[in-house]
């Protein structure tokens, strides 16, 4: 009699393990490799990944975060080789993600923007960015511009407003360098600090219409106009000391701590930096102005990035519960109010000012979309976005040169129009790139 009591129990217990064994070997792991490092967007996303397994009790988020670089460099073969994630977020431009969907390494979302209702839900930009050859290959996302942050106590202090010409910043530059500070927080140790104040200036001097006319169109970048922009922020700027000390050595973390710390005075940059700017920042009130055009009185026209967005590796097992995951973090008004809240970032969803009533938003998030949302300011997608890969390369490493030394302004522009016209003759930019 106690040996069958004590054989139920057993019974029961092994039953339990085999159900509880069986469940776990059920349970599904959805890969992601993101970029949200940073503690705010960490936050955010830990949050989002809680609620979507809350909303998904079989699923696990399994979520590797990592610098965008290094997404770069590690996501071809980790997609060659099967092993890759099932969603990534790499910058979703041209440059970028053109070869991935070329190779057929990631899913060809057009049928599921229609399908999931993004092209009404959506920004444009976060279609039209991760888009070529026709077809859709992401959603962007961190709705981006890049203007000038600066402290306003110490531009109270100098005396002077934002600026309305390139004239007017050198102006506030040499005030700054006569009462001690650094005019300019900036390093060019890492390739994208590089490339985005030469999309800048570029921008700042070409305007609009020339900028499109050689990024989208078929025009040369052979103009006066680039190489003005180039020599003044990569040579004139340097021999003024409108940067740090030994800024080229600087890695961008090192040149973010002179504007944290009241060194530097104004900080080139866009709004992803402001969450660093949360974290950082206690003691000053930080304002923001537009990159002023070469003369005054022109329209503002600055930088539009989708700083990166979310694409599915086409070799997933669960496409459905990846374009799941993509349309919550995208698409849903929660999560929407978790990227402005907790991450300070701008998310492609369209929202009316009702929606956001109530919101926590800090102030400088407030700015940008009211900037992003104003029909005044010219904006032109990053040459991130767009440039040829091979001709994207030597734009790192040619801004490097003409740091150092080892190449003028007028070699670089020659050979980078020459890689410019070579990538439109492979189909590598956006108006010939072709998926055969």
Not at 63 to 76: E, L
Not at 83 to 95: A, K, L, M, N
Not at 284 to 295: A, C, D, M, Q, S
């Amino acid at each position: 009699m106690s040996l069958k009591k004590g054989v139920f129990p057993c019974v029961l217990v092994m039953a339990i393990t085999l159900i509880v064994a069986g469940s776990v070997q059920a349970a599904i792991t959805l890969k992601v490799w993101d970029q949200w490092t940073g503690a705010a967007g960490k936050q955010a996303v830990d949050m989002m990944d809680a609620n979507f397994e809350k909303m998904h009790p079989d699923v696990k988020i399994e979520r590797s975060a990592m610098p965008a670089a290094t997404i770069a460099d590690k996501i071809r073969p980790a997609l060659l080789s099967g092993t890759g994630p099932d969603v990534i977020y790499p910058e979703v431009g041209i440059t970028f993600l053109g070869p991935l969907a070329k190779a057929g390494l990631v899913m060809d979302l057009t049928e599921v923007w229609e399908r999931r209702g993004w092209n009404q839900k959506l920004m444009e930009g976060a279609k039209a960015i991760p888009t070529f050859g026709g077809r859709t290959f992401g959603v962007g996302h961190e709705i981006e511009y890049v203007p000038i942050y600066y402290n306003k106590n110490i531009f109270n202090k100098l005396g002077v407003t934002p600026p309305k010409s390139i004239s007017e910043l050198e102006d506030i530059c040499e005030k700054a360098l006569a009462a001690g500070y650094i005019p300019i927080a900036w390093s060019a140790r890492d390739w994208w600090t590089k490339t985005n104040l030469a999309t800048a200036i570029l921008w700042s001097y070409l305007g609009k219409e020339k900028a499109e006319e050689a990024m989208f169109r078929g025009g040369s970048w052979d103009m006066p106009e680039v190489r003005e922009a180039l020599q003044k922020a990569f040579v004139e700027w340097p021999k003024r000391n409108f940067y740090p000390p030994n800024f080229v050595a600087l890695g961008y973390d090192e040149g973010n701590m002179f504007f944290y710390q009241q060194k530097a005075v104004m900080h080139p940059e866009g709004n992803w930096m402001i969450d660093g700017y949360i974290e950082n920042v206690k003691d000053f009130e930080i304002g923001v102005f537009l990159w002023p055009r070469l003369k005054e009185g022109e329209p503002s026209c600055t930088i539009f990035f989708c700083g990166s967005g979310y694409v599915i590796s086409n070799s997933t097992k669960y496409p459905e519960l990846a374009i799941d995951y993509v349309d919550y973090l995208m698409a849903s008004k929660e999560a929407a109010k978790l990227w402005y809240e907790v991450a300070a970032t701008i998310p492609p969803l369209k929202l009316s000012e009702e929606d956001i009533a109530g919101w926590d938003i800090h102030y400088l998030v407030k700015e940008a979309i009211k900037a992003l949302s104003s029909e005044e300011i010219q904006f032109v997608p990053g040459l991130s976005m767009g440039t040829p890969a091979e001709a994207f390369e030597f734009l790192k490493t040619g801004v490097a040169e003409i740091l150092t030394g080892q190449t003028t302004v007028d070699e670089f522009v020659k050979e980078w129009d020459k890689l410019w016209q070579k990538g439109r003759e492979e189909g590598l930019t956006y108006d010939t790139f072709k998926l055969e």
